[in-house]
């Protein structure tokens, strides 16, 4: 579950283990992130299936109570588990990298603008002052940038 809310909503780390069960809206699928970085009050979004499995998970939680009463070291771990498990730590290693559950920001960023969504909307989800935040966790898969390019360059259309 942790997993999927990191890559079905887009949050840190750290408001993932802050937000309280009152903090999940059921109804809208919504999260309500209290002070999240910059002090900041955003929504995020989350899926029904994600929202399904909170309230599950959530029954019988005081609504006051962490949903995640887990340190962020813990998080860590588990993310670090499923990549390791998956050949996913081996794949960034070998790109010079680290995946880390920040890499989850990432990921739902590129996925949500690959799938249409506009970049401003993207900033306040993932609760960015500037767009040009929001852009530098935006990395366009290249198959995508293939296909661009197969259906605008003059000499891919045969309009050169």
């Given amino acids: 579950l942790i997993i999927r809310i ?3 909503s887009g949050i840190r780390r750290s408001e993932l ?3 309280n069960v009152a903090d999940v809206d ?17 929504y995020v979004l989350i899926d029904d299936e ?3 499995l909170l309230d599950e998970y959530t029954q019988g939680f ?4 962490p ?3 887990i340190s962020d070291r813990t998080v860590n771990r588990a993310v670090k588990g499923v990549a390791d498990e998956l050949g996913i730590s081996d794949r960034y290693k070998a790109m010079g990298r680290k995946f880390t559950a920040h890499s989850f920001r990432h990921t739902y960023a590129t996925h949500l603008y ?5 970049p401003f909307e993207l900033k306040d989800l993932l609760g960015h002052t500037f767009v040009s935040t929001t ?3 935006v990395h366009t898969a290249l198959g995508r940038v293939q296909d661009t390019y197969n259906t605008t360059h003059p000499l891919k259309t045969g309009k050169a």
Avoid: H, W
């Avoid at 690959?114 to 506009?118: I, N």
């Fill in 135 to 137: 852009v530098k966790y």
């Fill in 17 to 19: 283990t802050s937000f």
């Fill in 114 to 118: 690959e799938a249409g969504m506009d």
């Fill in 67 to 69: 949903v995640f009463d």
């Fill in 50 to 52: 994600t929202t399904r």
């Fill in 26 to 42: 059921f109804n809208q699928n919504r999260i309500f992130i209290r002070s999240g970085k910059g002090d900041k009050d955003r």
């Fill in 6 to 8: 990191l890559y079905a």
């Fill in 62 to 65: 005081p609504i006051d109570e």
